[in-house]
């Protein structure tokens, strides 16, 4: 395998500098390690902007020709494990920059023409981010099918809803599912959002203030496949919004996963015992033989944390900085790759832990019964019938207070002769509407947790997820 050397440490560039860099020096302002993995998206950017020098005769063809082929090269030898990065290199620039020079002698010396790292580095960021980000929206995408696959077995499973953790009133297993899923489709549009705002090609803003040769920045953008060109030179090398606007659905999205495996955590003890982790997502005790732990919920709910910090470390490192390029915007690619890297495994462990677990449907029924979840029901009835709501919730809230005083656990429990004291309207069909599956099905309208309302629902995830994937796929 050839690695590309550069002995003395000094770039190509060093001509202004009678002492060579402190080794010392290079080693803390080297990035290298981080951006490698931006390799491939560099040498578009390079190919592009060569083809164009050649175009516009700024270089000779035959010049323009030899930088382009040389750099596929360079692109497969990296790709199939002939070339590796050379970590003493400044940035991935730089390393490419040498590889080329090393290869083709001087006329690798006029890729640069007409640029900048500045504006470079504003390019590769772009194309990365373009197909991370398209990577992690099919990710969301395939957890949405997830969950989708197993709402579709439990429109009819019961399942206590929550507010301030109290049993409120029972919804489904698929309802609660699709409530998982609906901010996840947010989170994607979100992404798209962020992609489209970053569709602008930024070569040709050089370091600050353009450049005075004939560049064709049209003929690039169309090249790399983007729809405008950045208008402005200084705003194109300076701002790093869009990598705090990736950032930011990152950390939103992290926010829904964390809220969900919350809840993972809390339906796998003992006491709610609604799903049961697979063997192969749980881990178990150093000490306690017994254990079954639910760790990669905990490790998702954990990780969120690391993914708000580097949105908060790229904000901080923002925030005061003057126009144009400063060095400080080297340090984006570290929270970048970070809070991208942990929101994407953490997409992917949870829709496998999610596919893996199963429901245990008799306890999240057996959990609505008793707590009064159907007290609303009974005021819903009485309003039916022609009482005020307001007045309704007090005779629902005096037939609460009763069992509870009398130590009936589920007001479909009460005797007539006493449920009917509290009211002229309360018929003998009133227990018809107080059981959980009354209680469910009468909640049927858009958004709501009957089984029909949720059928639409489904189909309408499935519309989201289906359609999104066809536009990827074009
Ligand atoms: N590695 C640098 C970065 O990521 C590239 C730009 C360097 N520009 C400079 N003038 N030192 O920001």
Not at 403 to 423: E, K, N, Q, V, Y
Not at 436 to 455: D, K, L, T
Request: hydrophobic share 40%; charged share 25%; net charge negative.
């Amino acid at each position: 395998m050839s690695v590309a050397k550069n002995d003395n440490h000094a770039p190509l560039w060093s001509g202004r500098f009678k002492d060579s860099p402190d080794a010392d020096a290079v080693a803390f302002e080297t990035s290298i390690n981080v951006d490698a993995r931006m390799v491939q998206d560099d040498i578009r950017g390079s190919i592009a902007h060569a083809e164009m020098l050649g175009r516009r005769n700024i270089i000779p063809r035959e010049d323009s020709q030899l930088i382009v082929k040389t750099l596929s090269v360079i692109a497969d030898d990296i790709a199939g494990g002939r070339l590796e990065i050379d970590p003493s290199a400044e940035d991935i620039h730089s390393f490419v920059e040498a590889v080329l020079t090393d290869r083709i002698g001087d006329t690798g010396r006029k890729l640069h023409t007409g640029r900048s790292r500045n504006d470079q580095i504003a390019l590769d960021e772009r194309l990365y981010l373009r197909r991370a980000l398209e990577e992690l929206q099919a990710e969301i995408l395939s957890l949405i099918n997830t969950l989708v696959s197993v709402a579709e077995k439990h429109t009819g499973t019961l399942l206590p809803g929550y507010t301030h953790m109290q049993r409120a009133q029972p919804v489904t297993l698929a309802h609660h599912l699709c409530a998982w899923c609906w901010p996840l489709t947010r989170d994607y549009g979100r992404i798209a959002d962020a992609l489209k705002r970053m569709d602008f090609m930024p070569l040709g803003s050089g370091a600050l203030a353009g450049s005075g040769l004939p560049l064709d920045r049209q003929a690039v953008a169309s090249a790399l496949g983007f729809s405008a060109l950045t208008q402005n030179s200084l705003d194109a090398v300076s701002d790093r919004d869009y990598c705090l606007e990736a950032v930011s659905a990152l950390s939103i999205l992290m926010v829904h996963l964390s809220r969900c495996c919350e809840e993972i955590v809390l339906w796998s003890t003992e006491e709610f015992g609604f799903i049961s982790l697979s063997e192969s997502w749980s881990t178990g005790s150093s000490i306690m033989p017994q254990k079954k732990n639910p760790d990669f919920a905990e490790l998702i709910r954990g990780r969120s944390g690391r993914v708000f910090g580097d949105l908060i470390s790229l904000l901080t490192m923002m925030k005061g900085l003057p126009l144009s390029y400063d060095r400080d915007m080297q340090e984006d690619k570290q929270s970048l790759f970070s809070a991208y890297d942990t929101a994407f495994s953490c997409l992917k462990v949870f829709n496998r832990m999610i596919a893996s677990a199963s429901w245990n449907t008799g306890k999240m029924k057996a959990s609505c019964t008793g707590g009064h979840a159907n007290a609303t029901d009974l005021a819903d009835y009485l309003v039916r019938r022609g009482m005020p709501f307001r007045t309704a919730h007090g005779v629902a809230a005096s037939v609460v207070r009763e069992c509870i005083d009398s130590g009936i656990t589920d007001m479909s429990l009460l005797p007539f002769d006493r449920f009917s004291a509290h009211s002229e309207l309360i018929g003998e069909d009133v227990y018809e509407f107080l059981s959980p599956e009354a209680c469910v099905s009468a909640r049927n309208i858009p958004g709501g947790p009957a089984p029909e309302a949720v059928a639409e629902q489904i189909k309408a995830l499935k519309d989201f997820t289906a359609c999104n994937l066809k536009q990827t796929e074009m």
